[in-house]
């Protein structure tokens, strides 16, 4: 059974990954595991941390002297780890590539929507009692034309959604991607982009 040290841990974290496992001992940190508090590792055989730790050279050479072999990210960019350092102390590095491109593609609807049909603003006089329509007229998204920048999983995601709601998608990215044009995105150059779209 490993003995793995979660950093920068939030109430949620604890909710999941106290349930998900039974072969790996998880003790939690709110602190963010940096060069002050890596002593809190001694004992761990792996931790697992998130985008604001720091996992520069001094912290990966502690790792190793306390027996860490292993840097699980919570994330999928890797950009606050030293991974030449990783290299050179052989402290093994992994991260999640891709969680999912379509939560984050509705999470992008759902602001859209918010804007566009002002459900904060309504829901707050609701709660007060105020069933005023005045000031709260938004737009539909059907019909309009959504500027996207960047088409990978994401970006895929989201104009496949966008499409089905009725709205154009024109779209820059420096690598266009066939199934995008198949599905009608219309690429074109970024300042295109911006002049052309609503949203």
Do not use: W
Not at 28 to 48: H, I, P, S, W, Y
Not at 82 to 93: I, T
Not at 133 to 156: D, S, Y
Request: proline share 2%; glycine share 8%; aromatic share 10%.
């Amino acid at each position: 059974m490993a003995k793995v040290a979660f950093f920068s841990t939030q109430p949620y974290d604890r909710k999941f990954f106290e349930n998900s496992t039974d072969k790996h001992e998880i003790e939690f940190f709110e602190t963010r595991l940096n060069r002050k508090t890596v002593n809190l590792v001694q004992g761990f055989d792996a931790v697992c941390v998130f985008v604001n730790d720091h996992i520069e050279e001094e912290v990966l050479r502690n790792l190793k002297e306390q027996g860490v072999g292993l840097v699980a990210l919570r994330c999928a960019g890797f950009n606050n780890v030293d991974l030449n350092a990783a290299d050179k102390h052989h402290v093994r590095v992994m991260r999640v590539p891709a969680y999912s491109p379509e939560a984050v593609a509705e999470h992008a609807l759902a602001l859209i929507m918010t804007l566009a049909r002002k459900t904060h603003k309504a829901y707050n006089r609701v709660r007060d009692g105020n069933f005023s329509l005045v000031k709260l007229n938004g737009f539909m998204v059907h019909g309009k034309t959504i500027g996207l920048i960047g088409t990978g999983k994401i970006g895929q995601a989201f104009s496949r959604i966008m499409l089905g709601m009725g709205a154009k998608v024109v779209a820059y990215d420096k690598f266009p991607a066939d199934n995008m044009k198949q599905m009608g995105v219309e690429y074109m150059e970024l300042d295109d982009v911006f002049k052309n779209s609503d949203i």
